[in-house]
């Protein structure tokens, strides 16, 4: 512990109080301060454009709502027998404040996209970068004690014997989601991601089976899972973020065409990229890489003599998304003939159109046979039985087990040029009649 | 004007709202999306972990700003003469939501350190990214009129005819600061910046020699003088933000010494940068830089084998900021032997010493003797007669023409070594007897 | 008009812009003033300590909330053609307005319990205060135009013929719920009831069926409903609030058979009451009554010689309600037998025990066949067709057409005493065997 | 302790905690309940609407404040020896706690007015309320231990011998002024009363000599001191709130007379008031008043004969306050003048017109030759030395020791009717030569 201790000044907790050296020390590593440099919500910014926060200040957060949730327990729930009567036993809170602190500490830059592209998986990276003894995460951590690190990373990967410090940090309402929610609301500007999170605190309990929840908190929690539901389909989802992210695919994939081809152009060589384009990089190749790095070579591609490449490069700097619109399995068939239509216009139809399709399922009841059974949402009654949330909430009920989202076609927007513009053409046309109130349509249902 | 305006989200305007073809072209050039890349308050966030909005967000707010106080002079004080009567002539409208927009399209990464190694004017770039045909900004503007970027150019350096123009600009209380106060004070989470600003638009009025204030206002005129004042006490002089821009400073000088001395290791070439140090820059160049990319060469720099240069780049990307001490005119003849010892301790004095001075005159009245003269705050009363803030205010009396602020010694923090402990030697004990509460004091007056 | 805009500050809208003397005018009526003196929540402020607003300030943020929809629709909407095209006739601002003022007039204190024991009806209240020449409001209503008392009071009562200003004060999201779900938040201090107002004004369209939404706002309107929804669930809803409102009930309707017998103490006559007792008053005798009044002889009958009106008198002044549990169509059989209980302790079963039920149909469908049908929420899609509300959005379809709450049953807190302390007996054990987990239950299936 | 905290929620500090039975039973004393019909800011709410929150949540909050500190000063600075050390002894948590909570119980309707009128005093009601048995208070207290009321009742009158527990109750930065500088701001919608509560509570410290602040919260409470002021120049001193207590004062005035004349008129008799006016009343009788209450009889005398006492209690209940203009020392001697042609206008000059000043001192060093010595706000250095606020903060410098205010002459708006409308005579014409910008002014200067 601490002599005092030591907060951070944040807009969504006000403060964060940290009370441990270790928590101080894992903050000022290399690798937590290399967070601040990675957008928690990647390209959204391009929409919200408030959307300027890193995944460093959310990780703080998770940290934060850890903390509050230790403290609760401790004073509410302590155990008088080592966690046997199955309340909660402090022991566990220095274990459940480092796994809730690192628990995004493997995600690079433009995360999704890049492991897509690239074939890195950030949760590996994370097991990683806590057990590999290179790091600075690992050497404060083994200060702890030898098996610390390993302890660590098994409350990330949920495979620690405790549930309650498995779900703190890690199920359908955890210290992560309740940070996400309420930072990415606040910087977007957007009041969807609003719950009361001191009464979800103050509702939470632990119980043998981990965490549950007392009945005068049914309705906190069911506001919080109807924000998360809301924060997916106006945020998350945008559209026009999506366009971004596949703009940003389709220039990592040109460029990793380009390098497999051999012949990349060596004043173009993006130095710190370069050992994943060769698939052998090492983990400080890995750590060397955030946003502005990738965004640094993709000025260099500006001037690259592939059109193509400084195209997607230029699109995505000056932001220049491409159009959409949504299909459903019924309409996809009519896809490879609008792609023949744009290619018509002009465009590579590898690297100027493409399919993206965004869902989530918001809530869900545990199912054993699911391949990712999920942790239900547990209402604890006066007599101490549970009640799994949707047999309590119409509201949480009407979307429990259904997922929601949408598919998009993407295209350039020179493709909805208007009738007696410079750029309307016949091909131009005939790709229009595909399209109805923003959905593709079979045109010749409308004849 | 657009068919129907156009909005975006904001979280302290809630939503910007664009009304004319040409800011919604102006937004979207490259010159404005590369303003997403660089942090509003430099490297603030080291400090307020929040403080991650860049010039972006802020230009689309002086612009939202603008447009409001626009609205309101068009609505209550429109001009029946073409301006002759000292009202608001609303052809004005657009080249002031212009400039208001664009005020900050100059600025660099990093950009008053930038400046200072480099020799670089934001001021100057601004005025070449409005006037010079090769932007697109420019291409924008002349769509307008070809006399338009000069126009707006000129609003920009004062030198424009109509003063309410210029005022609503550029003045001690303007869209520029109306925003960047709110905004600061939203991102570091803390209201120091909050004011009225609904308020303050609805009691801003034109008259012949500008803009003035009605006297239902003058309060909340004076709360925002105080914030401003507080804002610069709290986070803009904060000193560890300025330890940061300390290193950041030391860090350019070490690179660009080694550059000029002609042997910098070409596996380090900062290829976006090298224009700079060869003091030899196209305003493409300027233009190609952001916060990313100086970033990214401080990651080259981590293996560079000058271990200075490695050194302070690590410092700067992983956060050390050094330590530091206030001293006073008094007392600043003792900072030499300071050195000496922080040297004899084993550190490179000139990258590791450093001194820093901030200073901020929160208001000033109007003095033409002045190098740079203010525009006074003007009340006016019933009877069209203008009384200058300070005068009717006391708060705002007590901090007129005064300037406030610090000047600081920065050293490792190894030189602050507690007793006990493993670095501790003699010369560190010499030199901490240099200090005392903070301050930079002479050991010769404790004996 | 107003030669300039007169504002109130508010801190839900921040300022209440007035632009018509009418407005002023009506404001400073004593029929407005004296929705000064009436809570807006009635009671509810015995459970959230802050719901202390009258419907003073609601009524303004009513009227701002109109103005705004106004503004939107005039800027966007106009209409070309006095209306025939189906868009907005600015003619209409000033009725639409008053009525939105307005709407509130005739609520009279502890509205809905009032009206239940002496049979007023604050709809044909309102409608008089609007058309009797001796009202102050009226006086004013007729100064815009004889017949313009009448129109208003046609907005208010459905039979206006414009459907959009009908729909804009009165509907299933109208300009009086979006105020009042933002108002009970704020003061509440919980914010189930945010939603985006600055949005959904946004997306209001006018059309010749009344008011319609944009697609792009669809989900604004969705939270809306949710938060509608919760607010009734967690706010309106409150037991503790029904409670004190069960008493206020119990503690008039005991006032009145001790006056309608006959013989009610003079020394304790409530003045401004009697005339309601006598079931013989005047609009003016109405317009006496507030809040206050009422409490007032609540205070004068702590002293009254019969001692069921001075302990229910007591018991609401001082804030003691009473307990209650759930009950079903299936266990309602068992509530005799548990008043039977409750008058065995002591206590007269006619002042002392009491059912409630309070549900609420969050959202509905036009219902030709209703016998209150619902003007349905419709997204005009960008063919102008229009799809209703609930067929979009799978959270709204979830609660649409079903009604939600619950019965009570009520009863003293003296019925809990718990085992081992003085005021435990075998009756009050006997009693107990009915309850479990806050729910009336047949003892004999437990055994 | 109870076994489990308790709950209110609220708009200002989100939830109060009680975690005392002690707390809980005195909540729910009638003495306690009867301030929820007792408005914090009387008037103020004919001006700023939103300030319709009573001295019932207010004492909640100063409370939760209380308890915030002493939370922070056991887990920081608690005592090793009962306090010897000058460090906080947790024994002195109850009777801090009750003090805050019940600092306020004593106040009455329309506390300041009130007591002009019936020479009434709060604080030795207060004194009363807590001491004499016939209280429910006392019998709360009583239950603490017998001597307790009597501590309490020492803490609010400043003799307990705890200088730390005194200061948190009653000193310049104390528990009740920051509650209600934040909750006044809250409800009127102004952001002036804002300052970081947060932040000071964290740097809060006992010491010997009672409360001190550590260096690095300076701002924090220099914030502080400002917000203070602002809120006193901007809320609580509003000309219009001023006007109404004059009406107030005039209307209760008046009630004497005609009741100390000896024909009050039966009809109209203020049964609860009476003692008041009889000089003759018990504890019982004050508690027994409400603004409720005095509302109910001035609805009563809207109907008496007396043209004066009607018109004023219509003015009072109708919201019709009194015009004002400012005036000084030098030209008071022209009131009298004044008062003439009011009263030649027709207006009884003892009913229609008056003067008010309101000063207030913002922030005072102490001075043990002033009638009222205050307890200057301590910074604690480095090295325990203290340095008095306002010698740190050029800010608070400039107002310490300054009293701000104004003087105002009222009479009624008849006396403002303009050329050329009915109610203009020469009466009135020569009454406005006397008025310029607000301010009585000599005509014969201007001629």
Redesign the interface.
């Known amino acids: 512990m601490l002599p005092?201790e030591k907060?951070?000044?944040?807009?969504?907790h006000?403060?964060i109080h940290v009370q441990h050296q270790v928590i101080l020390d894992l903050i000022?590593?290399?690798e937590m301060?290399?967070l601040?440099?990675i957008h928690q919500l990647g390209v959204s910014?391009?929409v919200?454009?408030?959307a300027?926060?890193?995944r460093?200040?959310h990780s703080?957060g998770v940290y934060e709502v850890a903390r509050q949730i230790c403290d609760n327990f401790q004073r509410?729930y302590p155990t008088q027998n080592g966690g046997a009567d199955g309340l909660w036993n402090d022991d566990e809170r220095l274990v459940a404040l480092c796994a809730a602190l690192l628990h995004d500490i493997g995600h690079g830059a433009y995360s999704h996209t890049f492991e897509h592209i690239f074939g890195t998986d950030h949760e590996e990276i994370t097991r990683r970068i806590l057990t590999d003894p290179s790091t600075e995460v690992n050497k404060v951590l083994r200060g702890v004690s030898p098996d610390f690190p390993a302890k660590v990373a098994s409350v990330i990967d949920h495979s620690y014997p405790n549930p309650q410090v498995v779900q703190m940090i890690s199920s359908q309402i955890d210290a992560d989601r309740m940070d996400y929610l309420l930072r990415d609301a606040?910087?977007?500007?957007?009041?969807?991601g609003?719950?009361?999170l001191?009464r979800i605190l103050?509702v939470m309990r632990p119980y043998a089976g981990g965490i549950a929840f007392e009945p005068s908190g049914m309705?906190a929690v069911?506001?919080y899972i109807?924000s998360r539901?809301?924060m997916y389909?106006?945020i998350y989802f945008h559209p026009v973020s999506r366009s971004m992210e596949v703009i940003l695919t389709k220039l990592l994939e040109r460029a990793k065409e380009l390098f497999e081809a051999g012949d990349f152009d060596e004043r173009f060589n993006p130095?710190?990229l370069a050992p994943f384009f060769n698939k052998n990089f090492t983990l400080h190749d890995y750590l060397?890489l955030?946003?502005?790095?990738l965004?640094?070579y993709f000025?260099?591609w500006l001037d690259y003599p592939d059109p193509t490449l400084s195209d997607l490069a230029?699109r995505f700097?000056?932001?220049?998304p491409f159009k959409s619109a949504t299909f459903t399995t019924s309409s996809a068939n009519l896809l490879p003939a609008m792609a023949d239509l744009v290619a018509a216009a002009g465009f590579d139809r590898r690297y100027y159109t493409a399919t993206d399709s965004n869902f989530d399922l918001p809530y869900d009841q545990y199912d054993p046979t699911s391949a990712t059974p999920k942790t239900q949402i547990e209402i604890m009654?006066?007599?101490d039985t549970l009640e799994e949330l949707s047999t309590l909430s119409?509201?949480v009920?009407?979307?429990t087990g259904?997922v929601?989202g949408d598919e998009r076609f993407y295209f350039p927007k020179q493709m909805l040029a208007k009738p007696g513009t410079p750029g309307y053409t016949a091909t131009i046309a005939q790709f229009q009649r595909y399209l109805?109130?923003?959905e593709v349509i079979d045109p010749q249902l409308l004849q």
Chains 1, 2, 3, 4 share one sequence.
């Open positions: 005092r907060v951070f000044r944040d807009p969504v006000n403060y000022n590593t290399p301060q290399r601040r440099r910014n391009m919200f454009q408030g300027e926060h890193t460093f200040t703080l509410n606040y910087n977007t500007g957007t009041n969807y609003l719950f009361d001191t103050r309705h069911e506001d109807v539901f809301q389909q106006q130095r710190l060397m955030d946003d502005g790095v965004n640094t000025h260099y230029a700097l000056d932001r220049r009654q006066l007599d119409p509201l009920g009407a979307i259904k929601t109805l109130n923003g």
